[in-house]
């Protein structure tokens, strides 16, 4: 069989991935983009090639043996940005799953690695490829070896055989050495012969064949102003060349035989690729396949009863009631379970919402309940007109307060948590898919009964434990009044004007018509603009736009490619235009009307309490939390969010910059909490301070980047991060962040000493004691660290912000109802509170709306409320 040996170089194909891929982060954060990309590569040369032996190369440091000869080598080149440096521990743990050599050797660079290995490999009688993304490394092809070079990416690939250099160049491999000579190369600063360029290099190599038979020559070379350079810079030239050979006799200490490989272990990747969040490649090594449980589960004594009698209930109950659908607004209860000191029992739903006895106990005060996901019960019995009351304790909130960085997947994974063991998960005993089934009472009764049991048992413990981390008040003050207000408003939905939402959709069906004619005529002809592939050869090779970027199955279309060619072509324009349309018709005019309660004509969103680290809450079913607002038409979709009584009107508070009140608060920064006491425009305060002009002298432009700094400087924004957002050089944008923090020095020490203590504590916490653990803040992986560290900046911050509308709501909705109002809070999205209130309620929420959220909690700066009303949510902005 013949040997085939892959030699890659690592950091090469890190930086193309980095560069071709926009930043991509996992569900912690944390920049994938380039270990994606690196993958997405690994994947398709394992695929094709087919090697028997493979090895990754990487650069051992900055400096090399080639700094001797000249000290400026690479000198030129811009600092990685962290984005990408973060990104290498991870390529290198991709590689030890995958069982794939790595290797790197001080004073030397990856391409003299795979130069002295192709060497050796091809005296061995190997086939050799080699994959990279720098020219360089084309001068070690050879009948044995193929130099891939991926162009536009990493999708694109052009490999480099001797008659395809010859082709190409009219040269051989050896020559393209000479030609770096000669023309140098300004991405490693090898400085060649000035004036002499590619084309000049070529010809003079086709007439002279080597640098060192050109410059024995020179007299002979056509052109005195040629001639005179090749004269005056000849030791340059001799240099230049030196610096781009790759040394095929480096001392490599692998042998060819320790590269071998037969294949990988998918178990091994799957756990990263979890982690990493590269959901569309586990299918491709099918690791979303499900693993059985088989444990042996402690016995239990526990009773079906047939009919409920007052005696059964004691003072303190642990009540668990199973709905299956994530919907619970339209699924039905499964079936309850009940444990107390004294019994275990389980009640069949329809006993249980028929009788007057479970009603009366349920919706006695005095009887105190121990639940898991208080809204969830509530919302489910209250579709059988029973109202929960008592709840004393959830174990999901308790759970997700302890340490929402841990993932709620089902309930047994909450009770293994903490200690009880004896449950099942939901997938284990229900079944997955087709196979999913609910099994008869006998079956059921046993797996609620468990349920119910571990809610009683975990409740002390779990109490201790929010007790010494000093946030019961967080969890009982805070969380568990509010799961009953979100409860509330998920139960009174907010109704739609259906007849209005249709009227749009109508609307932009005709614009997307008008749009796909524009198209179609700017084009030249009618394809599928929805089909990435007709659209990239209309783009690309009709109109000879410009090609960024490629995938496995030909031109990128992605939108941050074609933003980048929107003064390009008019056409280009259009397309986005009918993007956004297109999306705007399809998740939310078709999207609310699929979701609209037809008994109502109303939506009934679900928050998600127990979800984001931060404590921010986020909806779903529908996300009412990212209508699109950037769009006129997206705008007007609030315009189908009405009063569900009439002569009413919706009214929308929200807090202004909240979450840079919450950083001058914490920060202590004395500019900043000044600023917000004269009630300054913050941005022109910092375009004023950066830029050191008056605040006439501010423009729009200067007000933008103050702008984009002012919101990302707290989150660990880099250099790089910042030029992306403003479409600026990373030196530019280096220096802006710089005259920040000199302007605000509060603020720079405020991100120093947090990290600093987080480094101390493991965790860091917001204004009411929500806190979040860092493991990684001290991890020797530099990724991981880099993100503990931007997270640690940001959590207090945009966790307080969280913090101070959930208290918001609880205070309005105690408010509201000692003034006896008939207003409704509907809506909560970020920062905004949204109700609905009759037209004579209109002027006593001007006056405590903005008390109530004003005085959530007390700071250094004021809180500002500002509101608006009117007769739909658009016009109440």
Known sequence: MQKKLVLIDGNSIAYRAFFALPLLNNDKGIHTNAVYGFTMMLMRILEDEKPTHIMVAFDAGKTTFRHKTFTEYKGGRQKTPPELSEQFPYVRELLKAYGIAQYELENYEADDIIGTLSLQAEKDGYEVKVISGDKDLTQLSSDKTTVSITRKGITEIEEYTPEHIKEKYGLTPDQIIDMKGLMGDSSDNIPGVPGVGEKTAIKLLKEFETLEKLLESTDKVSGKKLKEKLEEFKDQAIMSKELATITREAPVAVELDQLEYESYEPEKLIGL?????????????????????????????FKMI???????????????????????????????????ENEKFFIPTELAIKSDVFKQWAEDESKKKIVYDTKRTEVSLRHHDIHLKGIEFDLLLASYIINPSESIDDFSSVAKRHGFMSVQSDEAFYGKGAKRKVPGEETLSEHLARKALALFELQEKLVSELKENQQ??????????LSLILADMESTGIKMDLERLRSMGEDISEKLKAIEGRIYELAGEKFNINSPKQLGVILFEKLQLPAIKKTKTGYSTSADVLEKLEEDHEIIREILHFRQLGKLQSTYIEGLLKVVNPKNDKVHTRYNQALTQTGRLSSTDPNLQNIPIRLEEGRKIRQAFIPSEEDWVIFAADYSQIEL???????????????????????????????NVQADEVTSNMRRHAKAVNFGIVYGISDYGLSQSLNINR?????????????????????????HDAKQKGYVST??????YLPEITSRNFNLRSFAERTAMNTPIQGSAADIIKKAMIDMAHRLEKEGLKTRLLLQVHDELIFEAPKEEIEK?????????????????????????GPTWFDAK
């Open 661 to 691: 009140r919450v950083l001058a608060h914490i920060a202590g920064d004395e500019k900043l909490i000044s600023a917000f006491k004269e009630d300054l425009d913050i941005h022109t305060k910092t375009a004023m301070e950066v830029f």
């Open 472 to 481: 019961y008040e967080l969890f009982h003050e805070l969380e568990m009044p």
């Open 731 to 755: 030196k530019e944008a280096g220096k802006f962040i710089e005259k920040y923090l000199d302007s605000y020095p509060g603020v720079k020490d405020y991100m120093e000493d947090i990290v």
């Open 306 to 340: 047939s009919e409920i009698t007052a005696d059964l209930f004691t003072d303190e109950n642990a009540l668990y009631v199973e709905i299956l659908e994530d919907n619970y607004h339209y699924a039905p209860i499964v079936g309850l379970a009940v444990v107390n």
């Open 845 to 869: 929420l001007k006056e405590i709306v903005p008390d109530v959220m004003e005085h959530a909690v007390e700071l250094k700066v004021p809180l500002k409320v500002d509101f608006s009303y």
């Open 273 to 301: 690729f979890k982690e990493l969040g590269f959901n569309s490649l586990l299918d491709k090594i099918g690791g979303n396949e499900v693993v059985e449980e088989n444990e042996t589960l402690e016995e239990i004594e």
């Open 767 to 772: 204004l009411l004691q929500r806190r979040r």
